[in-house]
């Protein structure tokens, strides 16, 4: 199974700031790479597919990188409903294994 | 628009059977392949199954294999998850979530429903 290990596992940061989140797998994934937004109580969202293509919806402030093993998401202008947790998914082979996630705190 | 609302959840003792259902509206659902994943409390999401638009293949996580069945019925809109053999480790919300597979031919979880919380506790 390919393992997916995001880093860090939570952050703080202020409304406006620019915040990068890294997701590395254990072997190559080419661009099968997806980042969803989850809160609590509500559906994961789908933010990033393709490792760097916008979800239809989700605002310009969120990008996406990499390709191969390392792979970031980027929020620029944070905002206060950008605090939740952010998972990287790779599928490319079975099982479609997340990150262990990413917890955006305000600080 | 699309739904997907999960129901079946609810408080079980370690060892018995729990069935989950799914059900799709908005969208064509016999043209998606569909999954279940899960959130245990306090823990990150874990993907636990996925079967094929048509119902042809199915596919799991080692965590469940052997012991949950996922299943789906076009005719109805639905999507099921059996769950036997119930542990105190599979407690957790489960999301069923909709899969389409964008350019690249690359699947995305592109609509989740809200979940439904399963606990597993004597």
């Known amino acids: 199974d ?18 990068t989140i890294t997701c590395r797998a254990s072997q190559t994934i080419t661009n099968y790479l997806n980042w969803y937004q989850y809160k ?3 559906a994961p969202n789908l933010l990033i597919y393709a490792a760097s293509t916008l979800q239809s919806g989700v605002p310009s402030r969120f990008s996406g990188s990499g390709s191969g093993t390392d792979f970031t998401l980027t929020i620029s202008n944070l905002q206060p409903e950008d605090f939740a947790t952010y998972y990287c998914q790779q599928t490319f082979s079975m099982p479609h294994t997340f990150g262990q996630g990413t917890r955006l705190d305000i600080k | 628009q699309v739904q997907l609302v999960e129901s079946g959840g609810g408080v079980v003792q370690p060892g ?23 959130q245990a409390p306090g823990k990150g999401l874990e993907w636990v199954a996925r079967i094929w638009h048509d119902g042809s293949s199915q596919y799991y996580a080692d ?11 076009n005719s109805k809109n639905s999507l099921y998850l059996q769950m036997d053999s119930l542990r105190v480790e599979d407690t957790a919300v489960y ?3 909709r899969e389409t ?3 690249g031919d690359i699947p995305t979880l592109d609509y989740w429903g809200q979940g439904t919380l399963v606990t597993v506790s004597s």
Do not use: E, N
């Open chain 1, 40 to 42: 609590p109580g509500r």
């Open chain 1, 2 to 19: 390919i393992q997916m290990t995001q880093s860090p596992s939570s952050l703080s940061a202020s409304v406006g700031d620019r915040v």
């Open chain 2, 16 to 38: 018995r059977p729990l069935r989950l259902s799914c059900a799709a509206s908005g969208f064509t659902f016999g043209g998606h392949g569909m999954h279940w994943v899960r």
């Open chain 2, 63 to 73: 965590s469940v294999k052997d012991r949950f069945t996922i299943s789906r019925d």
């Open chain 2, 101 to 103: 597979w964008r350019v």
């Open chain 2, 95 to 97: 999301y069923c979530a």
